[in-house]
């Protein structure tokens, strides 16, 4: 069932995607910022909160007036930064949503990533949390309709004393010091807001917390054009001798406030089971755990270029303890690897131009060896009957996982290390190479497509050595709702292949056996 | 100095961003949700007070005194918890609040406290509030029946305050 609805949400996304991808590149497809723009939206709601809070009159009596005062007297600046309070509060709520389904749909959120993903389940809490005690600052009628309903949501909890909505009962009842309360809360939550946000981040390297600048300033110009055209505007001064009724409320904060009015034993119980199964979600079955990454201290220099690939902060460099004559070496955090076998790519180690003795690299998955990668190159080259040969190099998460027995089928492309094209190349053993990854602005592994981009363009170590034809290599980022542009794209290079092989026949190359050691130096 | 993209390709982009954004500023404050149905009120009844201690105070013998800490001789031996505090709410001659309220605190020597919410009809009613706050059996201590009239949309509160002569219209 879980499963089915993930296959459903995940082709939603993908449809998405490549419709943006489309409109905007994948550079600033916002559905790829999705956690940056949760970011950016909190620093806006943070600036435009703190200038808020500056004409704000924290008084019962005055809270109200206050607001109203900047709201129309000053609608130009003031108003227009209440506006962007507002709705980059309400964006929050969407992004955060569209954040957590998309990491769902891709099925992000298991072994090592349990963390990322449990961590987000109190930021759901406390965006929420910031929310609704925000509203009650204006003490209009949403926020008498807010506090009463939410006091009398946790009176039906059984840890307070006194019944908390005895302070909405009338208008004397409520105090200056309970409405200071309130403005204290509604710092002190955004401030746990954000710590829990910085912890969310803790386990993965190079987090995206800010989206790229022309995305940003998009954002920033459409809520100034929204608030323009539609301010946020309060709805007449709270009066505790009334019912607040009809109330408009903010369906992104207060989805369940109807149901606190009726049932709230039933509302706790969803919110309680609804946090539960969340939390649980990392270790719900199918499990499908791969064998984290393993370190051959033989084959390992210390040179780290795999701590600076690994995308969750899985490894460390430490004090060499081996005695071989190098300062450090890496350790393999085995709670944090995804086993995406990034650090394989990464590691200069993986050479197949080996000729001697075991096929092992410095970092290496234990179920997909770099070993095994080349022997099924070998085999995949052996088979190919066709003319041009190609080797596809596919992601177990993009659109080459369809194609079945023809592909060089990896966690992740980047598992691959360029020189694994250059020898596929250089031996004559195909006659193109074809990258086949994630789409471009959803990698499964987060930076394995950024990181094979690089390393194919020399601009990232291990480089793709430059006697390498790049007209023999395509890389293709496609989704697995993509199979059919794959498919395209490479009949497209395989007619390029032919042609180029009328033009140029193709020149091989023979490398003498590389060492661990050359090659690491 | 060029853009990383192209001037339709950022259009196009804004474009979605506004009506994203539009949705989330239309859906912050619409539809209107009706808490009561019109032409209701809200009688909300709410008290927190505390009843008589469980037992009645005893005076200490002498000998008791003597055993005490010098600091600590009081004649009066006060148990800590209080009564359970039985109320009622009737409204138009019907009982829609019937309960024993038990003090609060893991003493048992915190207030009895209650705060329910009935919807009424707009229109003149006849509100009932009693309470027992001794150790009587039966009967109650403390009672006030008062014609009231609702309006819609109105919000009236009835509270208990002994300083105040017992039960009161906030």
Redesign the interface.
Same mark, same amino acid.
């Given at each position: 069932m879980i499963a089915l609805v993930r296959r459903g949400t995940a082709r939603g996304f993908d449809a998405a995607e490549r419709g943006?991808n489309r $409109?905007?590149?994948p550079?600033?497809n916002?559905l790829a910022q999705l956690g940056a723009l949760g970011f950016f939206l909190f620093w806006i709601v943070v600036v435009s909160g703190i200038y808020l809070f500056m004409l704000f009159d924290t008084g019962v009596e005055n809270a109200h007036a206050s607001i109203e005062w900047y709201s129309t007297r000053y609608a130009w600046h003031a108003g227009v930064m209440r !506006?962007f309070h =507002? %709705?980059a509060s309400?964006?929050m709520? &969407?992004v955060m949503a569209l954040h957590l389904l998309r990491e769902f749909s891709r099925d992000r959120y298991r072994g090592g990533r349990w963390f990322s993903w449990v961590t987000g389940v109190p930021v759901i809490w406390f965006l929420y949390m910031s929310g609704i005690t925000g509203y009650w600052l204006v003490w209009d009628q949403?926020a008498q %309709?807010i506090a009463t309903?939410s006091t009398?949501l946790l009176?039906w909890l059984p840890i307070f004393?006194?019944?908390i909505? =005895?302070n909405f $009962?009338?208008p !004397?009842?409520l105090s200056n010091r309970f409405f200071t309360l309130l403005v204290f809360l509604h710092i002190a939550v955004p401030l746990l807001l954000l710590f829990m946000l910085w912890i969310h981040i803790q386990r993965i390297t190079r987090p995206k917390v800010n989206p +790229?600048r022309?995305?940003a300033a $998009?954002?920033m110009?459409?809520?100034l054009? &929204?608030s323009i &055209?539609?301010p946020?505007?309060s709805?007449g001064a709270a009066d $505790?001798?009334? &019912? +607040? !009724? +009809?109330?408009?409320?903010?369906?992104?904060y207060l989805p369940l %406030? +109807?149901l606190a009015?009726a049932a709230p034993g039933a509302l706790w119980g969803l919110l309680g089971a609804a946090t539960v199964m969340l939390a649980a979600m990392p270790w719900l079955p199918p499990l499908r755990r791969m064998k984290p990454a393993t370190v051959d201290l033989d084959h390992c220099n210390g040179c780290g270029r795999c701590v600076e690939d690994c995308p969750y902060d899985a490894l460390q460099l430490v004090l060499r303890s081996d005695g071989l004559p190098y300062h450090v070496e890496v350790v393999v955090n085995t709670d944090k690897c995804v086993s995406c076998g990034i650090c394989t790519g990464a590691c200069p180690s993986s050479t197949p131009f080996r000729s001697t003795g075991p096929l092992d690299t410095g970092i290496d998955l234990p179920d997909v060896t770099f070993a095994s990668m080349r022997e099924r190159l070998h085999e995949l080259a052996a088979r190919d009957t066709s003319s041009p040969r190609l080797l596809v190099i596919g992601c177990w998460h993009g659109a080459a996982a369809a194609r079945g027995e023809d592909v060089l089928s990896l966690p992740c492309v980047a598992a691959a290390p360029p020189s694994l094209i250059d020898y596929a190349l250089s031996r004559g053993l195909v006659d193109g190479v074809v990258i086949a990854g994630c789409s471009e602005s959803a990698c499964y592994n987060r930076l394995g497509v950024e990181w094979m981009q690089q390393r194919i363009a020399g601009e990232r170590n291990p480089y793709l050595r430059s006697r390498v034809p790049r007209d023999r290599i395509l890389s293709v980022w496609a989704s697995p709702a993509e199979g059919a542009r794959l498919d395209h794209e490479i009949n497209t290079f395989k007619v390029r292949l032919a042609k180029l092989a009328q033009e140029q026949p193709q020149q091989q190359t023979t490398e003498t056996p590389t060492t661990v050691r050359e090659a690491a130096s | 100095m060029s853009l990383p993209v192209s001037i339709p390709r950022l259009i196009g982009l804004f474009a979605v961003l506004t009506a994203v954004t539009a949705f989330a500023a239309t859906f912050s404050n619409a539809p209107a949700y009706r808490q009561i149905p019109a032409g209701t009120g809200v009688i909300k009844f709410s008290f927190s007070h505390s009843a008589d201690r469980g037992r009645e105070c005893r005076r200490r013998t002498p000998e008791e005194l003597a055993k005490l800490p010098p600091n600590m001789r009081r004649p009066l031996d006060c148990p800590r918890s209080r009564r359970a505090i039985f109320a009622e709410l009737a409204i138009d001659d019907v009982v829609v609040f019937s309960k024993e309220l038990p003090p609060s605190g893991f003493a048992k020597d915190g207030p009895s406290q209650v705060y329910r919410r009935f919807m009424v009809a707009a229109g003149s009613h006849t509100i009932a509030a009693r309470l027992r706050d001794t150790p009587r059996a039966s009967g109650f201590d403390h009672e006030r029946i008062e014609a009231v009239s609702v309006r819609p949309g109105q919000s009236l509160a009835l509270d208990f305050r002994p300083e105040h002569g017992g039960f009161i219209w906030r």
């Amino acid at each position: 069932m879980i499963a089915l609805v993930r296959r459903g949400t995940a082709r939603g996304f993908d449809a998405a995607e490549r419709g943006l991808n489309r $409109l905007a590149g994948p550079a600033v497809n916002p559905l790829a910022q999705l956690g940056a723009l949760g970011f950016f939206l909190f620093w806006i709601v943070v600036v435009s909160g703190i200038y808020l809070f500056m004409l704000f009159d924290t008084g019962v009596e005055n809270a109200h007036a206050s607001i109203e005062w900047y709201s129309t007297r000053y609608a130009w600046h003031a108003g227009v930064m209440r !506006s962007f309070h =507002r %709705y980059a509060s309400d964006m929050m709520i &969407v992004v955060m949503a569209l954040h957590l389904l998309r990491e769902f749909s891709r099925d992000r959120y298991r072994g090592g990533r349990w963390f990322s993903w449990v961590t987000g389940v109190p930021v759901i809490w406390f965006l929420y949390m910031s929310g609704i005690t925000g509203y009650w600052l204006v003490w209009d009628q949403l926020a008498q %309709y807010i506090a009463t309903t939410s006091t009398e949501l946790l009176d039906w909890l059984p840890i307070f004393g006194e019944p908390i909505a =005895r302070n909405f $009962l009338a208008p !004397s009842s409520l105090s200056n010091r309970f409405f200071t309360l309130l403005v204290f809360l509604h710092i002190a939550v955004p401030l746990l807001l954000l710590f829990m946000l910085w912890i969310h981040i803790q386990r993965i390297t190079r987090p995206k917390v800010n989206p +790229p600048r022309t995305l940003a300033a $998009l954002t920033m110009l459409a809520l100034l054009a &929204v608030s323009i &055209v539609k301010p946020a505007l309060s709805q007449g001064a709270a009066d $505790l001798a009334k &019912v +607040p !009724s +009809p109330v408009g409320l903010d369906w992104f904060y207060l989805p369940l %406030y +109807p149901l606190a009015d009726a049932a709230p034993g039933a509302l706790w119980g969803l919110l309680g089971a609804a946090t539960v199964m969340l939390a649980a979600m990392p270790w719900l079955p199918p499990l499908r755990r791969m064998k984290p990454a393993t370190v051959d201290l033989d084959h390992c220099n210390g040179c780290g270029r795999c701590v600076e690939d690994c995308p969750y902060d899985a490894l460390q460099l430490v004090l060499r303890s081996d005695g071989l004559p190098y300062h450090v070496e890496v350790v393999v955090n085995t709670d944090k690897c995804v086993s995406c076998g990034i650090c394989t790519g990464a590691c200069p180690s993986s050479t197949p131009f080996r000729s001697t003795g075991p096929l092992d690299t410095g970092i290496d998955l234990p179920d997909v060896t770099f070993a095994s990668m080349r022997e099924r190159l070998h085999e995949l080259a052996a088979r190919d009957t066709s003319s041009p040969r190609l080797l596809v190099i596919g992601c177990w998460h993009g659109a080459a996982a369809a194609r079945g027995e023809d592909v060089l089928s990896l966690p992740c492309v980047a598992a691959a290390p360029p020189s694994l094209i250059d020898y596929a190349l250089s031996r004559g053993l195909v006659d193109g190479v074809v990258i086949a990854g994630c789409s471009e602005s959803a990698c499964y592994n987060r930076l394995g497509v950024e990181w094979m981009q690089q390393r194919i363009a020399g601009e990232r170590n291990p480089y793709l050595r430059s006697r390498v034809p790049r007209d023999r290599i395509l890389s293709v980022w496609a989704s697995p709702a993509e199979g059919a542009r794959l498919d395209h794209e490479i009949n497209t290079f395989k007619v390029r292949l032919a042609k180029l092989a009328q033009e140029q026949p193709q020149q091989q190359t023979t490398e003498t056996p590389t060492t661990v050691r050359e090659a690491a130096s | 100095m060029s853009l990383p993209v192209s001037i339709p390709r950022l259009i196009g982009l804004f474009a979605v961003l506004t009506a994203v954004t539009a949705f989330a500023a239309t859906f912050s404050n619409a539809p209107a949700y009706r808490q009561i149905p019109a032409g209701t009120g809200v009688i909300k009844f709410s008290f927190s007070h505390s009843a008589d201690r469980g037992r009645e105070c005893r005076r200490r013998t002498p000998e008791e005194l003597a055993k005490l800490p010098p600091n600590m001789r009081r004649p009066l031996d006060c148990p800590r918890s209080r009564r359970a505090i039985f109320a009622e709410l009737a409204i138009d001659d019907v009982v829609v609040f019937s309960k024993e309220l038990p003090p609060s605190g893991f003493a048992k020597d915190g207030p009895s406290q209650v705060y329910r919410r009935f919807m009424v009809a707009a229109g003149s009613h006849t509100i009932a509030a009693r309470l027992r706050d001794t150790p009587r059996a039966s009967g109650f201590d403390h009672e006030r029946i008062e014609a009231v009239s609702v309006r819609p949309g109105q919000s009236l509160a009835l509270d208990f305050r002994p300083e105040h002569g017992g039960f009161i219209w906030r």
